[in-house]
C-alpha cells in the first residue's frame, strides 16, 4: 500500500483508540507520585475515544476531512495536560494533510513533523523527557528515512519502532522518572496509540477488550469483544440497540480479601461508558448500585465481581421485551381491522405545532467559574460569588467541552476562569481560545484549591477586568498549598520515603513527608508549610475524615497555632484527599 485515504486513516484510529483503551490503566501505573489519582491514561483514554466517536460514523474518502474532524473531536474532549497535548498533536497532524484526499509515506512523515511542531507550540515551557520527546524523535526519524514510494504499513513501522525507543530514554532526560523507574506515561499512551495504527496497516485491527486487574497491579485483557465492526462501520449496539437492562448492587468488602481488588469509582464508569448506555452508577458507602444497558451483560458482572459481592442482580432482554411489544401491537391492530403498511408512518395533525419558545438570557458583565468537587468546597465557592461550579479536580479532570458549555451558561462578557488543578489548566485555556469570538474568558493560574478561594475572594465588582486579574494573581503567589493523601505503592521520591496505604503531605509538587496516620502527616506538613510571617492557615476536611478525628485535629492545630494565627478549619467533603491546607 503506497497511500492511505480518509477510510484507512479512520481504521487506524479506531484501531489505535482500541488500543489505548484495553491498556490505559497500565499507563495510569506509571505515574511518578504514587498517589490515588494517577490519571495519563485515563485521560489519554477518554480524550481518545472522544476523537474516535467523531469519525467512526463518517464515510469521507478524503484523508483531510477525517483528520480535521478526530482532531476537532479529541480537541473538546481533551481532558489534563496529557489529553490536551495529545489533542494538539493530531491538530497539528491535521494541518499537514489539509487539502489532501490521500497521502503518501513523505506526506505522511511530514504531517507527523507538523504534529510535533503544534504540539511544542502548545506548551509554554516544554520539558523533555515527555511526551513531546517522543513525538517529536519519531517524526523527525520518520522524516529523514520516508521515501516517496515507500509503503505505509512500513512508514508506520519506522515511527513505532522509534516512539518506543524515545519511551526507553526518556528516564535518561528527566530524572525523577529515573528515580522512580519507570518511563514517561504520556509518551506511553502515545506509543499505545502508535502501535494501533501499525496495525491496522498490518490488517490487525485491535478490538476493544475489558480491562481488568491482576494481582500486582498491572493490568491484563480479558477475552476481546468488538466496540466497532470496522469493517461496516457500524456499531455492534446500533444493530441490537435494545441488548439486556442490567442492574445489580454490589458490596465493596471492608477488609478487602486478597481476591479482591481496591475498587476505583472513576476508572469503573469509565469502563462502563465503553460497554454500554442509559448508565447510571452510585456509590453509598460500601454500597455500589449499577443501572447499565448492554450487549454483554455476563461480561459487565465479570468485571464488577472483582471488586465486591452482589447483593442483588437483575438483567432484563429489552431486545425480546420490544418484540413482544411489537407482536401484540400487531395483533390488536389485525383484531381492530387495521391494515399494516409496509411503508414509513406519516402522522396527520390538525393544529400548529407548538413552539417551545426559549427565554433570553440577559448578559452579564463579569461571571466566575470555578472546578471544584466535594459539597463542602462547592458551598464555599458559591458563597464567594462563583456563577457555575464546573465538577471535577484531583479525581475527575474536566473535558474541554465541560469548560465551553459552562462559559456559554454564564452569559458574561467576561469570564473568570479558576482550574484549581495545574493538570485542568491546559484544557481550560483550550476552551478559552474556542470561546474567543464570543466572549473574554480570564484563565486565572489557580492550581490548587485553596488558590482558587483565595482569588474569589479578592474578586471585586466594582473594579476592571485587569485590576481583578492583578489582584488575584498577586493574592495566589501569597499562597502555600498542601495536601493530604494516600499512598498507592511503596517509593522514594524526592528523598522522602513512602510506604503503600500510609499518608503523604504534598506542598507545591514535592512529598515531603510520610506516615502511618493521616492527623500526623497534616501535623508535619504544617510545620514544614509554617513561617514566622505565616498569619493564616485554613483546613479543608476530606469526605473520609470521622467528626472524631476532625475533633482531635482542630485541638491540636488551635493549641499549636492560634495564639499567633487565625485558623480556619472546614469540611470540604472532597474524595481522594483527606485535607487541602493553605498558609498564608
Known sequence: MIKIDGVILKRMIISGSNNLYNTYPEIDSLNVFPVPDGDTGTNMNLTMQSGAKEVFNKNDSSIASVSKDFARGLLMGARGNSGVILSQIFRGFADGLQGKDSVDALELANAFVSAKNVAYKAVMRPVEGTILTVIREASQALYDKAEKDMPIDECMDILLDEAKKSLRRTPDLLPVLKEVGVVDSGGA??????????????????????????????????????????????????????????????????????????????????????????????????????????????????????????????????????????FEDKAEKSEAGVQEDSGPKIEVTTSAPVIEKKEKKEWKDCAMIAVAVGAGIERLFKDLSVDYIVSGGQTMNPATSDFVKAIEEVHAHTVFLFPNNGNIVMAAKQAAEIMKDSCRVEV??????????????????????????????????????????????????????????????????????????????LLDMLEKMVNPESQIITILCGEDVTPKEKEKLTKEVEKRYSDTMDVTIEDGLQPVYSFFVSVE
Open 189 to 326: 499512551g502515545l506509543c499505545k496509540i502508535l502501535e494501533g495504527f501499525a496495525k491496522a496497516l498490518h490488517n490487525e485491527i485491535v478490538e476493544k477488550s475489558m480491562p481488568s486487574v491482576t494481582e500486582t497491579g498491572s493490568y491484563s485483557t480479558g477475552k476481546p469483544q468488538p466496540a466497532m465492526d470496522v469493517g461496516n462501520v457500524q456499531s455492534k449496539f446500533e444493530h441490537k440497540e435494545f441488548g439486556y437492562c442490567t442492574q445489580f448492587l454490589m458490596q465493596i468488602p471492608d477488609p478487602l480479601p486478597k481476591d479482591k481488588k481496591v475498587f476505583n469509582e472513576k476508572r469503573f464508569k469509565a469502563v462502563l461508558e465503553a460497554h454500554g448506555n442509559s448508565i447510571v452508577c452510585v456509590t453509598d458507602g460500601d454500597l455500589v448500585k449499577v443501572h447499565i444497558h448492554t450487549l454483554k451483560p455476563g461480561n459487565i458482572l465479570t468485571y464488577a465481581q472483582q471488586f465486591g459481592e452482589f447483593k442483588m442482580i437483575k438483567i432484563d432482554n429489552m431486545t425480546e421485551q420490544h418484540e413482544e411489544l411489537m
Open 444 to 521: 486565572l493560574p489557580t492550581k490548587t484549591i485553596p488558590e482558587g478561594l483565595v482569588a474569589c475572594m479578592v474578586y471585586n465588582q466594582a473594579s476592571t477586568a485587569e485590576e481583578n486579574i492583578e489582584s488575584m494573581k498577586e493574592n495566589i503567589a501569597a499562597v502555600k498549598s498542601g495536601e493530604i493523601t494516600y499512598a498507592v505503592k511503596d517509593t522514594t521520591i524526592d528523598g522522602v520515603t513512602v510506604a503503600k496505604d500510609h499518608f503523604m503531605g504534598i506542598t507545591g509538587k514535592k512529598i515531603v513527608c510520610c506516615h502511618k496516620h493521616k492527623i500526623n502527616t
